[in-house]
């Protein structure tokens, strides 16, 4: 079977497939490092949208950070790839055309340089994840900057889009240290770039042999990097842009240009990424693969619903929360995703502290109930263990792995010190709560009726306590989200 390339487009889009119809030939005014999938399949369809009405200006040279696979995969089909978009109800599969080129920033790092300080640059978006967040990226970035600055050009907006609180004061407050070491290149970068913060959302799995294997059926030609998605996307950006005249052309993509964009991003930290990351633990300990599986065990539904609305969601700004929690348990339940869990789970320790830990503070603030938080923390300590409830052993990928699975492993199934040493771990929990007694107690219980009991039925006791404590409360005529903790 042929490979995806330019000049099958035509037959492509006869069989009813959108496709790129603009020229993709000019120069990048994006360059976009994290070339992973989530970028694919979100910003590169909203600048794929604005290169299509007419404003060639949002092309994006695709920069893979460390791994050349999907790199070079795209570079041989063109920059091309395909997208199923699909839901329940309804499946449409689309070429964008946005990426015009790829390279590898740790084996090209020259190239990336002279993107960054190339005249007809205009932006640097990110998606780097979590762990990204280096030194090393901000050095590779400002030497760009400095390359630019040299050549007399103007400044960037330079866009980070992971999962992290005020993402974009983050990156600059990295890349103007990273300055120090060069005259006069934090005035600069302070005068003459911005970094908006900005929130992404759209559930974009990593790629399979399965989906590959669906994409060939549908093209009728082979896509090494073909990817599926669902039709939901929100991209919300602070407006702050070098060029104020890009507010209009994002929103005329349908993004989201706004003063303040922490409600939004605490909102989605704090439910969508919060409830995965629970999904992830508590589905790796019980032997289930993927998200939609795991949303359809009743308790884990009940479970999921549970923490949103008691625990988190009264502590949010975004006033929309409830609607935004039943839109993510429908989310969840999308069958076309198979979201693998442990691809969720990879990296918790660098996830946890933006998605459980605010909520556990808020709820201490507000005397809500934390108790479903402490289970996703006992889930997580369990899950570090790298073997299911059914004696399946699995991998732990995270950059913590070696020294966690470790301790983990020779606490076993001592729940007390297992808590004692992995809910102490400042760098993911803190400096608060591992001094709340009452917190570390409730992880030690919930750890110890995992261990007994499997987490399945963990969670099931857990819900039963809780709606025992509900109708109390409804008994009492009271209506405040819970607040009590159950005693060990
Ligand atoms: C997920 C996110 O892998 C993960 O940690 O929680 O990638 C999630 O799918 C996206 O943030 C959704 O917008």
Known sequence: MEALKQHVLPVLQSRGIQVPSYARTGAPGVLHLGLGAFHRAHQALVFDALLQAGDLRWGVLGVAMHNPAVADTLAAQDGLYVVQIADHVSTRWQVPGAILGTCVAARERHLVAQAISAAQTRWITLTVTEKGYTPALADLIVEGLAARQQA?????????????????????????????????????????????????????????????????????????????????????????????????????????????????????????????????????????????????????????????????????????????????????????LQHSVHQIATDSSQKIPQRWVPSVLGAFEKNLSFERLAFAAAAWIRYLRGV?????????????????????????????????????????????????????????????????????????????????????????????????????
């Open 152 to 336: 007399g050009l103007g400044g960037l907006t330079l866009a980070s889009c992971d999962n992290l609180s005020h993402n974009g004061d983050k990156l600059k407050a990295l890349c103007l240290q990273s300055a120090q070491k060069q005259a006069n290149m934090p005035h600069w970068i302070e005068s003459c770039c911005v970094f908006p913060n900005s929130m992404v959302d759209r559930i974009v799995p990593a790629s399979t042999p399965l989906r590959r294997a669906a994409a060939a059926d549908a093209l009728g030609c082979e896509d090494g990097a073909a990817l599926g998605t669902e039709g939901f996307w929100e991209w919300v950006i602070e407006d702050r842009f070098c060029d104020p005249g890009d507010a209009a052309c994002l929103r005329q993509a349908g993004v989201n240009v706004v003063t303040d964009v922490a409600p939004f991003e605490d909102a989605k930290l704090r439910l969508l990424n919060a409830s995965h990351s629970a999904m992830a633990c508590i589905g790796a300990v019980a032997g289930l693969h993927v998200i939609s599986d795991g949303i359809q065990n009743p308790d884990i539904h009940t479970f999921i619903h549970d923490l949103m609305t008691q625990e988190v969601g009264p502590q949010l700004r975004r006033t929309d929360w409830a609607e935004y929690r039943d839109a993510l348990l429908t989310r969840f339940a999308n069958p076309s």
């Open 388 to 488: 299911d409830d059914g004696n399946v052993a699995y991998a732990v990928n995270d950059p913590m792995a070696s020294s966690l699975q470790k301790i983990a492993t020779a606490c076993g199934a001592d729940a007390n010190q297992a808590t004692q040493v992995l809910a102490r771990l400042i760098p993911i929990w803190g400096e608060v709560l591992p001094g709340h007694r009452a917190w570390v107690k409730l992880i030690a219980r919930w750890l110890d009726c995992i261990n007994h009991t499997g987490i399945l039925a963990a969670l099931s006791e857990l819900n039963q306590i809780t709606a025992r404590a509900a109708s109390a409360r409804t008994i009492h005529g009271e209506t405040r989200p819970d607040s009590s903790q159950s005693k060990s």
